[in-house]
């Protein structure tokens, strides 16, 4: 799952109808890039025996236990080659603030070129100040902000989420999955971006959602350097979706939040307003506020299911806030929550950082500026020009001597912070700082 997980670049690709072509080409300039050697002073080298995808396959396979395996051979920071691409894992916690606080290590260019190749965003790359406009708009996801988008989502949120209830009929383990996505797309949609005039309201969600779902479905060949014209039929797909998210057709959408007004006039002043480009970047904005929120979502309701007794620990709490705030439960009564009340709820936020540590193999990923000696107290190490370096804190998430009880499955819900007193993740609230930085 998410943002930048560091699922398969590759492996699948010889499913898709003229790859093959494409593999020779790729494996060409592999085979030039192949022959990297270890350098004295850099991080112990695993290129695997498959050029250019190095060791993709067998990371898409079981990214955990291959980390471990990797660990354990050659100790807590390695570098891997992955679908063309040299990666240095940081695996010992002690070395995340290393990582994020080099200036050296730059999440802009990893994300700028991300946003190149996957939502065909140019300008950022050249345009420093652009940049940096969009960045001074993140604090609208935090403070009062944040309260206020709470707040709406609460209320969009009762009337998607009945309406979907009421058409779903299969719940078998692949509808609870569109189930979570319908959901959560339209809500954060409409929260984000307003709802779209009165009259086609339905149709331009639901169109919206299915080619969003379509386009994130190849969001691992996207980031490969596998041309976009190989994968199908996305491209137009992307064109599409950008095209609904242009000035002119977003102007149709009612009640956007602060965050989207504040990017609106921005990009408007760097771009003409009927610049297509200012869909792409709407286009990245709605694609970063779903891709995590949709599999959390969907695993937290997984396992809430297979676990009755959980579930009812979250029923008494949530019972317990609708009595002691006077509200009734059911349906045809809105809840109202603040972001106060919402942080109150332990056994919530207990259950979404125990999904979060169960099922987060996502990755925090920067992109190494110049050749640089990364210090620490144990060890220095050289880093390369052009390589990226991942934090992979998936692999200390089932380790006992930072959780109590690792293999805990959301069997036994208690206050997060009493139970994973050493755990880097502390409260919900902390993925939004995370978005400040
Ligand atoms: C389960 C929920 C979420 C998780 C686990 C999550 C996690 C993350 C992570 C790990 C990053 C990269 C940070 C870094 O490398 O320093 C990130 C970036 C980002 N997230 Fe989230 N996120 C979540 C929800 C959201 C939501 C709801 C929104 C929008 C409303 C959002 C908007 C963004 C944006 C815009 C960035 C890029 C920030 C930048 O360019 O500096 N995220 N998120």
Not at 376 to 399: M, N, W
Request: contains cysteine; aromatic residues 10%.
């Amino acid at each position: 799952m998410g943002l930048f997980s560091l699922e398969p670049l590759l492996p699948q690709l010889l499913s898709f109808p003229g790859l093959a072509l494409a593999a020779a080409l790729l494996l060409l300039v592999l085979c030039l890039r192949a022959g990297r050697t270890r350098r004295p002073g850099e991080p112990p080298l695993i290129k695997g025996w498959l050029p250019y995808l190095g060791e993709a396959l067998k990371l898409q396979k079981d990214p955990l236990g291959f980390m471990k395996t990797l660990q354990k051979q050659h100790g807590d920071t390695f570098t891997v080659l992955l679908g063309g691409k040299y990666i240095t894992f940081i695996l010992d916690p002690s070395q995340y603030q290393l990582v994020m606080k080099s200036p050296k290590l730059s999440f802009r260019i990893f994300t700028n070129k991300l946003l190149r190749k996957v939502f065909s965003i140019e300008k950022l790359a050249t345009n420093d100040d652009l940049n940096n406009d969009l960045h001074g708009c993140y604090h609208l996801l935090q403070g009062t902000s944040l309260d206020i988008l709470t707040e709406n989502m609460m209320q969009n949120l009762k009337q998607v989420f009945e309406l979907q209830l009421l058409k779903t009929t299969n719940w078998d383990t692949a509808y609870l999955l569109t189930f979570c996505s319908s959901v959560i797309f339209e809500v954060t949609f409409t929260t984000i971006y307003g709802q779209s005039l009165p009259g086609n309201r339905k149709k331009f969600i639901t169109e919206l959602r299915d080619d969003f779902l379509k386009f994130d479905d190849k969001f691992p060949y996207l980031i490969s350097d596998i041309p976009i014209e190989l994968l199908g039929n996305v491209k137009s797909i992307r064109k599409k979706l950008i095209k609904r998210l242009t000035s002119e057709h977003l102007a149709r959408t009612q009640g956007w939040s602060e965050v989207v007004q504040m990017r609106q006039d921005i990009l408007e002043k760097y771009y003409t307003l009927e610049d297509f480009e200012i869909g792409a970047h709407h286009l990245g904005f709605l694609w970063a506020s779903v891709t995590n929120t949709i599999p959390t979502t969907f695993w937290a309701m997984y396992y809430l299911l297979q676990h009755p007794e959980a579930m009812a620990v979250l029923r008494d709490e949530i019972d317990h806030f609708l009595q002691s705030t006077g509200q009734k439960k059911g349906s045809g009564f809105p809840i109202q929550l603040t972001r106060e009340q919402l942080d109150s709820l332990v056994y919530l936020e207990s259950t979404v950082l125990e999904v979060l540590r169960l099922c987060s193999f996502s990755s925090i990923m920067r992109f190494v500026q110049e050749d640089l000696t990364l210090q620490s107290e144990t060890q220095d190490y050289c880093l390369r020009k052009g390589d990226l370096v991942a934090i992979f804190p998936p692999a200390i998430h089932y380790d006992p001597e930072i959780f109590e009880a690792p293999e805990l499955e959301l069997m036994n819900i208690k206050d997060w912070k009493l139970i994973h007193p050493g755990s880097s993740l502390n409260t919900t609230s902390e993925v939004h700082h995370l978005h400040a930085n």
